[in-house]
């Protein structure tokens, strides 16, 4: 599985912006598709989580109530639909994929896309 995220940019405060994670590959329907995010200095944490049949989704509490993450398997196309955005969102978001069930947890990730940059202004 191939990912390449984009979407990103520069958003006043209490903006949105979507973000998508396209993937290649015959097996797409069956990974679970995880966002991450990494601020300049900080760790990477885990965003939001979707199952292979989007039957099941998680989010980090700082984004609960305000990103959506959404897939179409028929596009292949992950979404981060990110609303009511603070400056301290801002980050490198990535996308990554792992068979069947969304991890929080990095490592458990076999496959990654480059990032796209999500900048905050206040």
């Known amino acids: 599985v191939q990912l390449q995220a984009s979407g990103g940019g520069l958003v006043q405060a209490g903006g949105s912006l979507r973000l998508s994670c396209a993937a290649s590959?015959?097996?797409?329907?069956?990974?679970?598709l995880g966002w991450f995010r990494q601020a300049p200095g900080k760790e990477r944490e885990f965003v939001a989580g979707i199952t292979w049949s989007a039957g099941s989704i998680v989010y980090a509490d700082s984004v609960k109530g305000r990103f959506i993450i959404s897939r179409d398997n028929a596009k292949n196309t992950v979404y981060l639909q990110m609303n009511s955005l603070k400056p301290e969102d801002t980050a490198v978001y990535s996308c990554a994929a792992r068979p069947f069930r969304a991890s929080p947890r990095a490592d458990e990730y076999n496959y990654w896309g480059q990032g796209t940059l999500v900048t905050v202004s206040s």
């Open positions: 590959g015959r097996t797409f329907s069956t990974y679970a």
